[in-house]
Nanobody, 119 residues
């Protein structure tokens, strides 16, 4: 079993910044990749950013240049630095990770953390 615990969400004014963190714990061999998704009310969950164990990153087009994803492999932690936040960034942000357990890869999700950007 793997647990992902997110922190760092909250309320911020437009143009402000927030830093989200997600720590993975449990029984796994390694973390293959970790990422952040978000879901706004009435919308589908969408990718925000992802990072592999080797450091390769992938961002949604709307976040490029504003958000930065990073990870600490030793601590099995991923961070999302969000700058120049806009009201449309308001959503529940979910951390996920792909974990090697035995001979298979499994994806786990965190419970989500609310980010609200006021105009």
């Amino acid at each position: 079993q793997v647990q992902l615990v997110e922190s760092g969400g909250g309320l911020v004014q437009s143009g402000g910044s927030l830093r989200l963190s997600c720590a993975a714990s449990g029984s796994f061999i390694s973390v293959i990749s970790m990422g952040w998704y978000r879901q706004a009310p009435g919308k589908q969950r969408e990718l925000v950013a992802a990072i592999t164990r080797g450091g390769s990153t992938n961002y949604a087009d709307s976040e490029k240049g504003r958000f930065t994803i990073s990870r600490d492999n030793a601590k099995n932690t991923v961070h999302l630095q969000m700058n120049s936040l806009k009201p449309e960034d308001t959503a529940v942000y979910y951390c996920n990770g792909d974990f090697l357990i035995g001979a298979h890869t499994y994806r786990y999700w965190g419970q989500g953390t609310q980010v609200t950007v006021s105009s």
